[in-house]
């Protein structure tokens, strides 16, 4: 009997050693938030200026070839800034759409717009929060208001994982992608194949 009961309890040990660590990768996420705060999404054929203040000064430049630079970096820093100035919103949002969560328990609020920068598309979501989970990524659906795993599997773009379940967050899509085809933003659960939030993205007009 005590033999018994000994290998009782040392199951019970190797259960626990062995679902802790399970146990607390699928739990804490709901308890703790990942903040992000990135900033606006720029284009990647910013002009790079000759010499900013702070820059290191190569050798054998004399003091009037440095001030020379200065200016010229002065000049085209401030050429730039009149045609995009700091802070300005990129070219122009392709399409947007508001978060709401799944269900009563899946929450998520904010924005998701699809900004063009550069030529390039860029997603990115603003004033965002979603309920935390396991291994969350960041996917487009062509389904316009996924609720379940089947309505995800009519046809989806997965992006990324998603980097934070609060706060501002750029991601880049593919060059080919098509918003007429891929019509929701969808944050998804890929252990459990569940959906936290979705955003319709309407086009701009």
């Known amino acids: 009997m005590r033999r018994l009961l000994r290998r009782y309890w040392w199951a019970v040990a190797v259960l626990v050693v062995l679902g802790a660590p399970i146990a607390w990768y699928l739990g804490s ?59 300005a919103v990129p070219e122009r949002f392709v399409a947007r759409g508001t978060f709401a969560g799944a269900d009563d328990f899946h929450k998520g609020e904010g924005t998701a717009t699809v900004y063009r920068v550069g030529g390039d598309l860029t997603l990115r979501f603003e004033s965002f929060k979603v309920t935390n989970g396991p291994d969350l990524h960041v996917i487009l659906t062509k389904h316009t208001a996924p609720r379940t795993r089947a ?39 890929r252990p459990f194949h569940v959906v936290f939030a979705t955003a319709p993205l309407k086009a701009s007009e």
């Not at 702070?54 to 009149?82: L, W």
């Not at 997965?158 to 929701?184: C, H, I, W």
């Open 29 to 87: 996420p709901l308890f703790i938030n990942r903040i992000v705060d990135e900033p606006f999404p720029t284009s990647t054929g910013a002009p790079a200026f000759p010499m900013s203040a702070g820059a290191t000064i190569p050798e054998g430049m004399t003091q009037q070839q440095v001030e020379e630079r200065m200016k010229e970096a002065s000049k085209a820093q401030t050429a730039a800034e009149e045609v995009m100035p700091v802070g």
């Open 151 to 189: 309505d995800v599997m009519q046809g989806y773009l997965e992006l990324a994982a998603l980097k934070g379940n609060v706060g501002s967050q750029n991601y880049p899509l593919p060059k080919d992608t098509s918003l007429t085809e891929y019509r929701a933003v969808v944050i998804y659960c």
